[in-house]
Structure formats: C-alpha cells, structure tokens
C-alpha cells in the first residue's frame, strides 16, 4: 500500500498539501481565485440580486406583491399543472425503469436514448409542436373547435407542454439506479411467494425511494419553472392561463419590478429546495454510482 | 444465439411497464414532434428554403450557435477549473459550492433571465462598472452570450468532475517519480483522461444553450437582425400567425438538436469506454 494512499478526510487534505502530485500553492491559490470569481460572478451576485430587488421597498413591499388576484391566480396554476404533470411523469418514470432496468429487450438502447429527446428539444419547439397539433391552424383544430374543446390558450394545453418539458427526470434517475441494483432481490421475494404486487412494494420501492424522491423533486421544480413551452401554448390570459413564470414575464415588461422578483422569489427558493434536496438524497446514497442530472 | 424480442425472466409486469411507457411517450413526445416534419410538408422545397434562408433567420441562426460555442467555451475553461477545484482542494464552504453549481438547472429560465438584465444593465449591480468602460451588456448579442453562459455552467462541471475524482493519483505519482515537472505530469497524464468528459460536457452545455429562449429574451434586447435568437424568431413568428415559418425553422432546430444529441451520445460513448479499459 502507498504511503499516500490513507483513507480519513483529515489526512488526505494534510497529505494533498504536501503530496508531490499537487500544484504550488501559488498555482492552488489562482485556480481557487478564478472557480470563485466565476461563480460569484454567475450563481452568488444572481442568487443574491433576486432577493435585494424583491425587497429594494422592504418587506411590506414585498409582502403585497403576493396580495394581488393575478398573481394568486398565477401561483394556483402553477401549483394545478405541477399537481397533473407531476404524478403521471412518476409513474412513466416508474414504469419505464422497471422495463429497461429489469428486462432484457431488442430496442432497449434506443427507448433509453428517446428518453432524453425533451431535454434536446428547444422548449420553444415543445410548446411549437402542440400548437401545430391542436391550434385553430392544427391538424384537429377544426375538429376541437366545432366540440367547443379548448387545448391551446387554455389549461389542457399548459399541461400538456409541461408534461412533455418534465418526461425524463423521474425515469434518467431511476434507470441507472435500478440498472445497478439488479434483479436479484426481487427474484428471491417472488421465490419466497411474495405477489407482484408485494415484490414491488416490499422490495422495490424502498430501493429506490430516494432516487425516485429526488426524480420528483427535480420534476417538480421543471414544471413550476417551465417557461419557454407553457409561454408558446398560453396565450398569457391574466388571472386565467399565467402560471407563475409568465406572471414575473408580464410584471417585469410593466417594470413592476419588485414584485416581478417577488414572485421570482418564491421561484427561486423553490430551486434552492431542489438543490438542498439533491444534497441531502445524494449523500444517503452515496454508494450509487448516479448519473447526474 | 437465438432471436427473441425478449429476455426470458421470471419477473412479472413487462408488457404492462413497456407498453405503458411506449403509449404514454408515443402521445406525448414522438407523436406530436413527428407533427411538426409532417407539417413542413405542406410547405414546398422552394418556400421551405426561401424561410430558413431569409437573411433574419441566418443572422438569428449565426447569433445563437455563435453566442452558444463561446459561452460552452468558456464553460469548458472554468467548468474543468471549478471541477478541479472541487475534487482536488479542500476549502471552507466546498459543499455548499458543490451544490450551488446546479443552481442554473434548478432556477426557473425566466427567473434568470430578470436577473440577469437587471443584473447587467446600465445602472445594475454589474452594469455600472462596465458602462463607464464602455462595455453595453444588457440588450445586446453580449448579454445573449452572458445568459447562455449562465445556463451552461453546471455541464462541463458535472462531466469533468466524476472523471477526475476516479482519475488514479499513482499514475500521477509515478509520473512525478519518472522526473516529469507538475506542468509535464498534468498535460502528458490528466489531460488525455480528461479529454472525452471535457467535450462531452462542452457539446452538452453548447445543445442546452442553442434552445434556450427564457433566459436570454428579457437581456438580449431582442432586435432583429442584431440581437434576436433563432426561439424567438419562432415565437415571433408564431404570433404573427406565420405557422409554416415558424414550422419551417423549427424543423431546423428541432434537426440541429438531433445532430448534437447524436454527437453527445458518441462522446458519452466514447467517455464510457475510455473508462472500462482502466
């Protein structure tokens, strides 16, 4: 065993110090300078500018962002569409990880990849393609039309652009997890006469419970923050098909500045969530070797 | 070895998993996307090329891959520096900084997009020092480069990263040991094991950048000819009513993302197999 080879964190940072495999510390000290300009310059002054503009008038300000109809309006329908698009992106997660990741099947390498075609897709493009199906120019605009069915400029529509933006998060988590996890443990709890039913709920789901927590989380905060596709299909109609993104959109083009970043706030604290959660998820397990989102 | 569809397994629900997740993505994903091929049909080859052609959508299309290959670019350089920061050197603070680095994924398009204008603008935290330099970055092809910038800085990160935290130390080691200086040791050994996981995530943060419409529409000023993004020359024309314009150049950039998607899977390919043979 090499002498730099010892395991505790306490003596590898006291060992990279002194090891001959390190840069100068002038060397060392530069590289830490640029990784901390950059980022101060890209995510801290960001991160931290949501808040000071939130609250450039203080917290009364603030506060009374929240207190007008169009913006409720807006955070209830942000908070429908993620309640629709969330649970059925779940169970296609679900669904498809147990296919790929426990079976052997021709195609499979191909579904794997068509799994990702949404997070290639210009989310322009994914809200395009909804329009270009069910808008009054669309192939079954004229049929939803004479039904008095509305897709476009309405609820159905939002969801629908959402779903197809949020498609992959819960399945590219689940995937490579379940793929490493094998299929040994559920043959054993069906050889010890445990149903279907009983194998999935017994063994499977709390293998992959954190993952799939995770896959959740992340999709969630997608649906709440997509903005490029639902802005294509809502036909942003105030207090009806603004969800909260298009609201910060419409408040910061009438420069109402603080309560754009209000209600960007909430957004925001949103994503730190997300980010609090993918810590906290990936360091219980740790010992998966995961794909990164 | 005998043709089959299927693996034989013991394990019950795959025709309900499969067949779930092919009609579920069939409706949602590949149903609607091969709509729009089919809709550029209607289109004849002339009118087709006439649109994508058209001297605003090549100024949008030259604006868009040029401001995304300088901002995956320079994600390249400091994504590999914040990577080798993060798994090399221990500092106060380096979870936090870890987790932080996925923050341009997580926050909403349009949240960064306010931000940043605000941020950039004349009299914006940043903005006010680069004005009296006379560096205008709010509302002009330089604050499209800042927004696709910030949107692709996790990916290089998180490409590069896993490689080097497997990255062997001893073959370092011997190298020093053979007399290579720290300079030799790091172009002739960590650098080629590098090279697929750098490019994989600059080809990454390039795609995501090329599609990005929320983040960049609210700093980029938005004039056609100078500061206008292929997505929002779609949306523009959308809302003209122009469907087979706005087909027509989707169709562009719905290929175009294919292509690089194609590119990342070879990388990744690559990547992963450069790997197995450690």
Redesign the interface.
């Given at each position: 065993m090499?002498l730099?080879?010892s395991t505790t964190?306490a003596d590898?940072?006291l060992q990279?110090k002194d090891s001959?495999?390190?840069?100068?510390a002038l060397?060392?000290r530069l590289?830490?300078g640029?990784?901390s300009l950059?980022?101060t310059?890209?995510?801290?002054?960001?991160?931290t500018?949501?808040f000071a503009?939130a609250l450039k008038h203080g917290l009364a300000a603030y506060l009374s962002s929240f207190a007008d109809d169009d913006a409720l309006a807006a955070i209830r329908l942000t908070l429908l569409v993620a309640a629709i698009a969330v649970p059925?992106n779940a169970?296609?997660g679900v669904?498809?990880a147990?296919?790929i990741a426990?079976?052997?099947?021709?195609g499979k390498q191909v579904?794997i990849?068509?799994?990702?075609?949404?997070l290639?897709?210009?989310?322009?493009?994914s809200g395009?393609?909804?329009?270009?199906?069910f808008?009054a120019?669309g192939?079954l605009g004229p049929w939803l039309a004479e039904h008095d069915i509305k897709i476009i400029f309405a609820l159905p529509g939002i969801v629908?652009a959402t779903?197809?933006v949020t498609?992959p998060f819960v399945a590219r988590e689940l995937i490579p997890l379940m793929q490493a996890q094998g299929?040994e443990e559920?043959?054993a709890a069906?050889t010890l006469g445990a149903s279907?039913w009983q194998?999935?709920t017994r063994v499977t789901l709390p293998n992959i419970k954190w993952s799939l927590l995770y896959g959740v989380i992340?999709c969630n905060?997608r649906a709440?923050?997509?903005?490029?596709a639902v802005?294509?299909v809502s036909g942003h109609i105030r207090g009806l098909t603004n969800t909260?993104?298009?609201h910060?959109?419409i408040l910061?083009n009438e420069y109402n500045?603080v309560a754009?970043?209000a209600v960007?706030s909430l957004?925001?604290l949103?994503?730190?969530v997300?980010?609090?959660a993918?810590?906290v998820i990936e360091r219980k397990s740790a010992s998966h070797d995961r794909r990164?989102? | 070895m005998s043709f089959?569809?299927?693996?034989p397994?013991?394990?019950?629900?795959?025709s309900?998993?499969?067949g779930?997740?092919l009609f579920?993505?069939s409706l949602?994903?590949?149903i609607?996307?091969s709509?729009?091929f089919v809709?550029t049909s209607a289109l004849t080859w002339d009118q087709f090329w006439n649109v994508i052609t058209d001297p605003r959508a090549v100024a949008s299309y030259r604006l868009t891959f040029g401001a995304s290959l300088v901002g995956a670019l320079i994600n390249g350089v400091?994504g590999s520096?914040?990577a080798?920061?993060?798994v090399?050197?221990?500092?106060p603070g380096r979870?936090v900084?870890?987790?932080?680095?996925?923050?341009?994924?997580?926050?909403?398009?349009?949240?960064?997009?306010?931000?940043?204008a605000?941020?950039y603008s004349p009299n914006?935290?940043?903005g006010q020092y680069l004005e009296p330099l006379g560096i205008k970055v709010a509302f002009t092809p330089l604050g499209v480069l800042v927004a696709l910038?910030?949107i692709g800085?996790p990916f290089v990160v998180?490409t590069v990263q896993?490689v080097l935290q497997d990255l062997d130390?001893?073959v370092?080691?011997a190298a020093?040991?053979l007399g290579a200086n720290?300079w030799q040791?790091f172009w002739a050994v960590v650098v080629p094991e590098l090279w697929p996981a750098l490019l994989t995530g600059i080809a990454m943060a390039f795609?995501r950048a090329?599609?990005?419409?929320?983040s960049v529409i609210?700093i980029a000023g938005n004039m056609p000819m100078k500061s206008e993004i292929t997505?929002?020359l779609?949306?523009t024309k959308?809302e003209q009513?122009d469907?087979a314009g706005?087909?027509a150049l989707?169709v562009v950039?719905?290929v175009v993302?294919?292509v690089?998607?194609l590119i990342i899977?070879l990388l990744q390919w690559w990547s992963s197999a450069r790997h197995m043979n450690q």
């Open positions: 090499s730099f080879s964190t590898k940072s990279w001959i495999t390190t840069e100068s060397v060392r590289l830490i640029a990784a950059y980022l310059l890209f995510l801290l002054i960001p991160l500018a949501i503009e059925l169970l296609f669904a498809a147990w296919a426990k079976f052997d099947f021709i579904l990849s068509l799994i990702d075609i949404p290639a897709v210009s989310p322009v493009i395009l393609i909804y329009v270009m199906l808008g120019q192939w629908l779903i197809f498609v299929r559920e043959e069906l279907g194998m999935f992340l905060a709440m923050g997509e903005f490029g802005s294509v909260m993104p298009l910060v959109e910061y500045a754009a970043f960007a957004l925001t949103l994503a730190i997300t980010l609090i993918k810590t990164k989102i | 089959t569809l299927k693996q397994s013991v394990l019950p629900g795959f309900l998993a499969l779930f997740t579920y993505f949602i994903v590949l609607p996307l709509g729009l809709k400091f520096i914040i080798w920061v993060l090399r050197y221990h500092f979870s900084v870890d987790a932080l680095v996925d923050l341009p994924f997580a926050l909403p398009t349009a949240v960064a997009g306010i931000t940043l605000a941020i914006g935290w940043i910038t910030f800085l998180r896993p130390r001893e370092e080691e020093t040991t720290r040791t795609a090329v599609g990005e419409y929320g609210f997505p929002l779609i949306m959308l009513y469907y706005a087909t989707g950039m719905l993302s294919f690089l998607a899977n």
